[in-house]
C-alpha cells in the first residue's frame, strides 16, 4: 500500500500513482477518517499497517526526525512546488532501483529523494547510505 502524505491532497494533484501501481494507494487521512493526523502521529499510524509505504513531500518533518520501522518505509520528496505534478513518476522510477524494488527491500528505511541522489536510513541510528539518481 501507498499511503500519501495530506500535503500533496491540498495540491489537487489527483491520484495519478494509482494509475501504474498495483496495489492500494490511498491519502494518510484515509488510515483514520475524521481523526486530525498530525505529522509525529503519522508512523505511528504506518506501524498499523504493514508493508506501508508513505510519500510526503515534507523532507523537514520526517528526515532524520523519524527512526526507521521495519513495518513501513517512508518516501521525502525534496520537490519545489513547481515540479510537484513529477512525483508520481518519480516515485515509479524510485520503485523500479533494485534496492528499492520490492515491498521487503523498502521496509525499514526512510529515503530522502534530491535531484541527483537517494539518501537513505535504516533503524535509529541515523547513519546514511546513498545511491545514484538522476531526478
Known sequence: MIVR???????????PIAAWYP??????????PGALIKDETIPTYLRRSKGVTFVTTNVPDFWRRTHADARYCI?????????????????????RISELKTKAARMGKVIRVTQRQIHYYTGSDFQIHSLEWRG
Open 75 to 95: 518516501v521525502c520528496f525534496a520537490l519545489p512546488n513547481e515540479r510537484l505534478r513529477e512525483l508520481s513518476a518519480l516515485l515509479r522510477r524510485l520503485l
Open 23 to 32: 496495489g492500494r494507494v490511498c491519502s494518510v487521512v484515509d488510515l483514520d
Open 5 to 15: 502524505d495530506e500535503n500533496l491532497l491540498v495540491l489537487r494533484l489527483g491520484n
